[in-house]
């Protein structure tokens, strides 16, 4: 089953748009886990455990990991997603891009080492950056398009000869000559609905990776507003710190699963 | 000292504007490396000690370490190079760029896991996802500008409304409102000579990291003729596989060692 299939499969089954960012940073786990093996891991399976009935996406930020030396505490995380939860597909937030026999490592690394089914990366080098995640046909490709953060605008919004905005431009591009296989999709911030509004007009139904919710401060009504599809899903809506630290005591993984709920019930609420 | 000091003290002192790029293929290693413990490492060290006289920079392409679960050889040439050879500078070509938070854990893979000199970075996502690099006051941020890749054009020469393209105006930020520390590198390719010219004028004496030199083809008169500084300097050129592939055989390293000196030669021949 291709990344799209399993995308639109889980949407229906979990009636669900969250996304879970799996972003366990040491300093921050609860006691109750910081001092076994695989602290990390342990975080994860925990957090899993709660969430996987009620989510139709994991998104492991790969910085965290290869910050903390914790290249191992991945793979277990993506292989107990694999065994636990297999119908739940996962993309790894890697951001990455570079020229071919450069990328096709980082693909070797998403796709193989991993086992992701979907990958992030940045448009900034042009197609063939991303050709050798896009020649993986099953798997997903998340392109940045308008990103969350404060300063995206600084390069993302300038405005192009035709008095296009760049990251219109791009979203047409992935959507377009980029989505080699279909199962394209891009990233456009919680922080910025209106625009997300005008890329879904671009984008027709190519799906979005939507952050910036939660911690970020994003804007859940407006997001679903302009960012639905008519078929009222397209949308992979993550929350990563308002979820996993929800609590920093023993019942961290019960509150995580809570506000994963709470979450996936205000959204459905919105659509 | 600082990146920028230690880079010109290198340029002087070797008398070289040559960076060797360490992407270690498994698949291409000579026999006599490949069976041994840490193949990769011992395959980097070889090379290092045959060239090391001879360059002002060594650049790991992290993709390598990281799509052949090859952490612990980045770890051990990183800390090989600090012995060998303390005053030839490190970038750790990543490419990286995230929002802060995500961005702060790549920092301290590049500059504490590792302990790199300097990091290259994607500017798509604006200077806040590059902060948590540049707030490191000692280190190198080496941003993406104009790449070596053919499809680079497709979005770094897209023109903005003032008629300027995207690269240009990039560069300009690089230089100028980015470069908080005087720290602060460009990537551009070896195979748009031209266009390195006109970074060159916008950036002043900015160094460039110029991709592009061997395998890919790159022009190194025009490389020279148009991104050289008034000092003769301000440029290091990388060349990964014409240097480390230069033989398949027991003798890899001295050939390494000879496509180093023969490149350095070349580049101080049109300077």
């Keep these: 089953m291709n990344f799209m299939e399993k995308l639109t499969r889980i949407w229906a089954k979990n009636n669900s748009l969250v996304c879970v960012g799996l972003d366990p940073d040491l300093t921050k786990l609860p006691k109750c886990v910081r001092d076994i093996k695989n602290p990390i891991f342990e975080f994860n399976k925990a957090i899993i455990d709660n969430t996987c009935d009620h989510v139709c996406c994991y998104k492991p930020q790969i910085s965290f990991y290869e910050g903390q030396c914790a290249e191992e505490d991945l793979a277990m995380t993506m292989a107990y997603l694999r065994s636990r939860c297999p119908e739940v597909p996962v993309i790894l937030d890697a951001k990455r891009g570079d020229i071919g026999n450069t990328t096709k490592m980082y693909a070797v690394e998403a796709f193989e080492r991993y086992g992701a089914d979907a990958v992030t990366v940045n448009p900034y080098m042009g197609m063939d950056a991303i050709k050798p995640f896009l020649d993986y046909a099953d798997k997903g490709v998340v392109v940045l398009c308008r990103t969350s953060n404060a300063g995206a605008k600084e390069i ?9 905005e760049l990251y219109k431009h791009v979203a047409s591009l992935i959507a377009g000559p980029w989505n080699l296989h279909g199962n394209n999709m891009l990233v456009a911030g919680a922080t910025y609905p209106e625009e997300l509004g005008e890329i879904r007009k671009i984008v027709g139904k190519t799906p979005l990776l939507v952050p910036g919710i939660g911690a970020q401060g994003g804007d859940l009504a407006g997001v679903l507003k302009y960012g639905l599809t ?13 979820i996993i630290y929800a609590s920093s005591e023993e019942d961290f993984a019960q509150k ?3 506000e994963t709920i709470k979450l996936k019930e205000a959204i459905n609420a919105l659509r």
Tied chains: 1, 2.
């Design 156 to 164: 993302q919004e300038l405005k192009l000869e035709n008095g296009m």
């Design 230 to 242: 008519e078929e009222k899903t397209g949308l992979v809506i993550n929350s990563s710190r308002g």
């Design 256 to 258: 995580a699963g809570a």
